[in-house]
């Protein structure tokens, strides 16, 4: 494992310095210019604007600006943000959290819809249940989670008034009431995300435990006096799920991508609206830097799947 990891490792190298050229190349070649504001501000003196612009090297070359930028973020400086006027990894810290709460409660909620129910309809075909679960399934697949906030929010928030829409991170209750707030304020947005990937999840461990279960292997074991659920549990899913890591472990940087719409919609303040709000605003540091982490992350769980496979399956070698 140590040897396969360090193999890994040498791959990930280059494959994020490759990564990170092709982004900051594109993001410096990019229409628009961080100091725009102060450029149009007659408040804000020539000499002042040029003295700026020296100092962070905006008009250096493009080759000289990313050496500069990669060797400081190798020492642990990710910039200076233009608009919030604070470094960029204060910055991304301050919103981590919250993105990490919403996606990892939205995953979690749908691998524990996905897997049941997938595995269930898988072992009875084309039932009354496989046929509802495969509906619903492709209905919540189809339809785009910014239709899906919006009409919980239409149905929850305007209609019955259960729930506010707004996501707020300076909620000034304390003890059990800060707990109960901070549910009702996250369960439309985890409901949303947590229902799309559990319907496009559902679909792939179905069509994954359809593929295993009829091997023969299973044939054999039951054939040896196995009870069913000792040979779903045991011989079936643990097999089917190497399909499925791979979806899981793949979605998780999509899923990022996905809570930019989510926090956009529900007015989350996260990674994924911070995202916009440097887009619109010229702010390269901040985009550089989340885009950066998002690259980083396909990587990462790419080498966590994999991790995985072994020990879903003993008979993939790490030699």
């Not at 910014?146 to 259960?162: A, E, K, N, Q, V």
């Not at 009702?184 to 179905?206: D, H, K």
Request: one cysteine or more; a neutral charge; aromatic letters at 12%.
């Amino acid at each position: 494992m140590g040897s396969y990891l360090l193999r890994r490792l040498l791959i990930v190298i280059p494959s994020l310095l490759g990564i990170s050229v092709l982004l900051f190349t594109v993001l410096a070649l990019a229409p628009g210019d961080p100091f725009e504001e102060l450029a149009t501000n007659p408040a804000v003196p020539p000499e002042v604007r040029a003295s700026l612009r020296e100092k962070f090297g905006l008009d250096d070359p493009v080759p000289v600006r990313y050496v500069r930028w990669i060797t400081a973020m190798a020492h642990g400086d990710w910039g200076f943000s233009f608009v919030s006027r604070m470094d960029v990894d204060k910055l991304i810290l301050q919103r981590l959290p919250t993105t990490l709460f919403i996606i990892g409660t939205a995953q979690i909620l749908a691998i524990l819809i996905a897997i049941p129910v997938g595995v269930f309809a898988a072992t009875r075909p084309y039932s009354i249940f496989d046929q509802i679960a495969s509906t619903l399934a492709l209905i919540g697949f189809s339809l785009p989670t910014f239709f899906t906030g919006l009409l919980f929010i239409l149905i929850f928030s305007i209609y019955l008034d259960w729930l506010p829409f707004v996501y707020r991170a300076d909620l000034s209750a304390v003890g059990w009431r800060w707990f109960w707030e901070q549910f009702r304020q996250s369960v439309m947005p985890i409901s949303v995300f947590g229902l799309a990937v559990a319907a496009s999840m559902t679909r792939y461990v179905r069509s994954a435990v359809l593929d295993v279960i009829r091997l023969d292997y299973v044939t054999t074991a039951r054939a040896k006096g196995l009870g069913e659920r000792v040979v779903i549990v045991k011989h079936v899913v643990r097999n089917a799920m190497i399909p499925v890591v791979t979806l899981v472990m793949l979605q998780m940087p999509a899923i990022f991508g996905g809570a930019i719409v989510t926090e956009q919609i529900f007015r989350i303040p996260g990674i994924g609206s911070l995202l916009i709000s440097s887009i619109l605003a010229n702010d390269t540091p901040v985009v550089m830097a989340v885009t950066f982490v998002f690259a980083c992350l396909v990587v990462l769980f790419n080498l966590i799947a994999d991790i995985l496979y072994g020990w879903l399956d003993p008979r993939i070698s790490y030699s």
